[in-house]
């Protein structure tokens, strides 16, 4: 990685970079690579793991936490990743919410929590929290029934989306949320009448989508977390 970058800086390929999104990391020394290269707007999804598992070897918690999340405006984890990067255990929306300031503490404006469980099995709360110029917080949800299935590349679109909406209607976080959140739902149902018996099959319809990422029905309301 770090000869790819280097001739990419070379052959000036590195400086008229608008915005910069990261994703699955495997090892220290390749997220240590991308270290060297974050600037400009960051938007970082810290890709740990889900559902109490590990993804990533845990030695990375400390290095998203001390040296990647500072350097980010937006952060996209899940509710396992939060607790990891927070070592707050997230059974409430007052957990959650003292979970959102801990990360904005370290640095990030918008906190993007992409999978809450909190009042239902059912149910799947996204959270997002903007810290204001007054060092106050705003903070918003959208809650969603779960649609069976699992599927692939749900993370990384999330984070993809919400990197394009915020570039473009950042001081409205309700809109991009409901924009986000439609757009994700109205995929996956796409993807579902498509699934099979392999992991291919699991893998999101994009293509099949593109009308609906360009121009997302709005399926739901957010909702302001006081």
Known sequence: LRSILDGMERNNLLCEIGHLLTGYIGSESFLRAVLDVLHGPICGDPVLGDKGKFYVPPELVA????DVIPLANVITPNQFEVEQLTGIDIRSMDDA?????ALHECGPELVFIT????DSADTITILASKRKEDNSYEIWRVDSAILPGQFTGTGDLCA????GH????FDSLPRVMEKVCSTMFSVIELTSKFVGDTVK??????????????????????KEVK
Not at 97 to 101: E, R, T, V
Not at 115 to 118: A, D, G
């Open 63 to 66: 290095v998203y936490r001390t």
């Open 97 to 101: 919410k003292q979970a959102c300031i």
């Open 115 to 118: 999978s809450l469980q909190l």
């Open 160 to 163: 993809a989306l919400l990197l």
């Open 166 to 169: 915020t570039a473009r209607e």
């Open 201 to 222: 099959s699991r893998e999101l319809q994009l293509i099949r989508s593109k009308s609906l990422i360009d121009n997302p029905p709005l399926k739901f309301q957010a």
